[in-house]
């Protein structure tokens, strides 16, 4: 990504501009130059859409984010942020858990294919899950208990395997997590207009948090610092976890709308395991994987659905698919 945007400044700086100032440009004319190609628009057929949207029900999503996040137990017996260990979603083949290093030429070669790719694409989005946030210190879900991630095993790795995380790894809480320089390089692609939509599984709001406006990004499972009034839809985002309900499926908090007019409930915008995904959300990423021609996939072994029909829908469509990940992937491969 940093080598993307490195590119993009390279040719925009050759550009002869009347501009006396060439950061007030449009997005649109800092984007490099491109060969006009001929391209017809990803239109799914009522035969894909059915196939694709059997996938959705039942809805999985992240189930209670364990000690990561911190949501509740269902026991009473339990204080909220305690956390469950809830489906069993750990990797059980130890294959599966191996991790795959490019070699320094290899990755070279790749990314200058993929920086000719979002060079020439009318429409990119970016997928992440929660390998992007490991670099910031928040622990992942799946990684083996030899991983070479600073954070550690994931998990729900630990808790299939009865261990705790040494006291050796490098973790902090979502709260002090800070984004990384691959979520910038995504904000900058964003501010360029190359980048579309980020669509994520990650709830540490770091996305948000790091600048891409929220038209502009799906949230598939929640955001740990988001709230929302169900009255009148106004929602508010906190530099606090907004989560205090004890009850799995319990979402209101202990706030109330702002507005004096209204002063409805808040709730936070949580997904757990059984729960349906939110359809403005939901509704949003679907519509860019539909007009998609490359997406990027950034730190998710794309097991857990429907989150990981998006990257799917794309490639079927005929789409281009670039994964980044240590792990194999589980379903667009």
């Not at 997005?27 to 239109?43: M, W």
């Not at 070669?109 to 989005?125: G, Q």
């Not at 395997?161 to 979502?174: F, I, L, P, Y």
């Not at 799995?248 to 059984?274: K, M, P, Q, W």
């Amino acid at each position: 990504l940093e080598k993307i945007v490195a590119d993009t400044v390279r040719v925009s700086s050759k550009r002869s501009t009347s501009a006396s100032n060439p950061e007030t440009q449009k997005a649109s004319e800092l984007r490099p130059e491109s060969k006009e190609r001929k391209s017809t628009p990803v239109v799914f057929t009522g035969n894909d859409l059915a196939k694709i949207k059997d996938k959705l029900r039942p809805a999985e999503t992240v189930e209670k984010h364990l000690p990561v996040v911190g949501v509740p137990s269902p026991s009473p017996s339990k204080p909220p942020g305690t956390g469950t260990t809830g489906p069993d979603t750990a990797i059980k083949e130890e294959e599966d858990k191996k991790e795959y290093f490019e070699t320094p030429e290899d990755l070279a070669k790749k990314l200058d294919v993929l920086a000719d790719w979002v060079k020439s694409s009318k429409h990119v989005i970016i997928f992440t899950g929660a390998g992007i946030s490991t670099s910031t210190g928040i622990p992942d879900f799946r990684s083996g208990m030899n991983t070479v991630l600073e954070t550690g095993p994931g998990v729900w790795e630990l808790s299939a395997q009865g261990a705790q995380r040494s006291t050796q790894a490098k973790t902090v809480s979502m709260l002090k997590a800070i984004p990384s320089p691959a979520h910038m390089a995504i904000v900058e692609l964003h501010k360029r207009g190359i980048v579309k939509a980020t669509v994520s599984q990650n709830v540490d709001g770091l996305h948000r948090r790091s600048g891409i406006p929220a038209h502009e990004i799906a949230e598939l499972h929640g955001n740990t610092n988001l709230e929302t009034c169900k009255k009148c839809g106004r929602q508010y985002l906190r530099d606090f976890e907004t989560r205090t309900a004890w009850g799995v499926f319990d979402h209101e908090t202990t706030r109330a709308c702002d507005d004096v007019s209204c002063r409805g409930r808040l709730y936070d915008s949580i997904v757990n395991f059984g729960e349906n995904l939110p359809d403005a959300e939901l509704q949003k990423a679907w519509k860019h994987a539909g007009e998609a021609d490359l997406c990027i996939v950034l730190g998710s072994s794309l097991r857990v659905t429907p989150a990981a029909c998006i990257p799917e829908a794309v490639a079927q469509a005929k789409g281009k698919l670039v994964i980044c990940n240590l792990q194999q992937i589980g379903r667009a491969g």
